[in-house]
């Protein structure tokens, strides 16, 4: 049977890719540290070691596992700490990358499928949708690090052999997405209204971002599973599409069920005010598509944090 490591598999993303995993027949196993994860995310049988992935006890799960396969998923995904701290953010994103991928090479991994980011990465876009060749200019230190370790993997490539898969998200949502973070703009108006909190909105509200479901981002990370990678790639993982603060917050109105006028507030220093991925490369390679409309998206999440009551 074949084996897969998935580092932040415990989250938000991590946990829907272990999921399918499971679901492919693989026995997984995860390492996270619980910052954010949760261990009622993962699913009966699962292997959680606790750790972070800068920790050097991160050799002794790769010893233990050996696994096939790595999803690396964990990071620190708040933008705003990554400005305020970038050692710290450097810490996880880029020290902790490299962990993993010494690990990699260490135990003959044959495949790393590596969670990038499309936003972070491209910064103030000057194509829209943007497709993977756009300029790579990050405004803040967490792209940085994430095109950092796209680069850092294409020189385990290019040394070590190490094939590997970079999945740029587009802004991510649904399902177990943790509305205390930075990331999650769904999660956070969503646990807000069920519990009868008004949500505020920064600036005008005229902020595009392309909002792509979790599930639609589990199976891309299976369709880069099944891709025969030859060296290192890069596909965009999003849905092309760009919705405002104002519709979104209206979306979620209307699947909460309730009647509230939603203030606006000082817009947030430095905020891209445009942001959206092409994703046919993707297409072309492997035959994914997003599957999921943001309404239907935006229902099943609401949906998902009423039941939870989270």
Known sequence: MKTALVTGGAGFIGSHIVDALIGRGYTVAVIDDLSSGQKENLAEGVKLFEMDVASPDVAKAF???????????????DVRRSVDDPLFDATVNILGGLNIYENCVRTGVKKVIF???????????EVFPATEEHPKQPLSPYGIAKYANENYLYYYYKTHGLKSIALRYANVYGPRQNPRGEAGVVAIFSTKMLNGE?????????????????????????????????????FNVGTGIETDVNELCESIRKAVGVDIDVPHGPAMAGEQMRSVIDWK???QVTGWKPSMSIDEGITETVAWFRENEV
Do not use: C, W
Not at 63 to 77: G, I, L, R, S, T
Not at 213 to 231: K, T
């Open 115 to 125: 969670a990038s980011s499309g936003g972070a990465a491209y910064g103030e876009q």
């Open 198 to 234: 008004i949500p505020t909105i920064n600036g005008t509200g005229k902020q595009t971002r392309d909002y792509v479901f979790v599930g639609d981002v589990a199976a891309a990370n299976m369709a880069a599973l099944d891709h025969d990678v030859e060296s290192l790639d890069a």
């Open 281 to 283: 490369k993707l297409n």
């Open 63 to 77: 010893d233990e596992v050996k696994p096939d396969v790595v999803y690396h998923e964990a990071a620190q995904m």
